[in-house]
């Protein structure tokens, strides 16, 4: 019996530990996008973009090794919790993946010159969700709840960066049409930025959820416009 519950507990690490590499392949990601942007480096964006077959396998393989786990251990409560919040993670980073992959692609299309123009706003916004996430993985490969609560209840934040970066590049359009191709992929850049910081906030949610067992019901604090 001892046995099995070494064995059980060694496959939950190991199961934790998957996510967190895909964490950090998803941060990697995320950062070469944003870097390719205010570097105005293509290669970066291209990197970027090839790192993503690599999360793809990686988030698959945890959602077999946890449906694995759920059939042959048939765990009970904190037990079943840890092996579904893990799958349902890999899918929100495994999505922070593509998000990001579409970031790259976006610069590639504006051209070093056009992103380096008008990117300032954006670095802002985009840090500020790269330490989202940075601070959500903290929180799970710790187990802390108060980590994981203190990023749900800061998503407003970004939704705030957002608002503001939209009603800027639409007025920069306004008053220099040359601008307008450039600021359109931006738009859809921090749209996608503001995607990536969603999924870390239900990622939060989930981090919540898996320790304490009790969903977040509150309404997700944001920003209103």
């Known amino acids: 019996m001892e046995h099995t519950v070494t064995a059980f507990e060694n496959e939950l690490t190991e199961l934790t530990d998957g996510v967190i590499a895909l964490g950090v392949l998803a941060q990697s990601q995320l950062d070469d996008a944003l870097s390719s942007i205010f570097q105005g480096d293509a290669k970066l964006a291209q990197r970027a973009i090839k790192r993503d077959p690599a999360l793809d396998t990686l988030a698959i393989d945890i959602e077999r090794k946890s ?3 759920i059939a042959l251990r048939q765990p ?4 079943l919790r840890r092996p579904i919040a893990a799958m349902k993670i890999a899918m929100n980073l495994e999505r922070c993946g593509d998000l990001a992959k579409n970031v790259a692609k976006r610069t590639l299309k504006i051209g070093p010159a056009g992103a380096v123009s ?5 670095e802002r916004m985009g840090r500020l969700v790269a330490a989202r996430l940075g601070a959500v993985l903290n929180a799970y490969g710790a187990r802390n709840v108060t980590q994981a609560v203190d990023v749900w209840t800061q998503d407003a934040e970004i939704d705030e960066h957002y608002e503001q970066l939209f009603a800027g ?5 306004a008053e220099d049409p040359e601008s307008i191709t450039a ?5 859809f850049i921090a749209k996608n930025l503001e995607r990536i910081g969603d999924h870390a906030t239900n990622i939060a949610e ?3 959820y898996e320790i304490t067992g009790v969903e977040l019901v509150e309404d997700r604090p944001k920003f209103d416009a």
């Open 67 to 69: 449906v694995r786990m």
């Open 169 to 173: 590049l639409l007025a920069r359009m």
């Open 183 to 187: 600021c359109t992929h931006l738009l």
């Open 118 to 122: 008008f990117a300032a706003p954006v």
């Open 76 to 79: 009970m409560a904190d037990d």
């Open 206 to 208: 989930l981090i919540h």
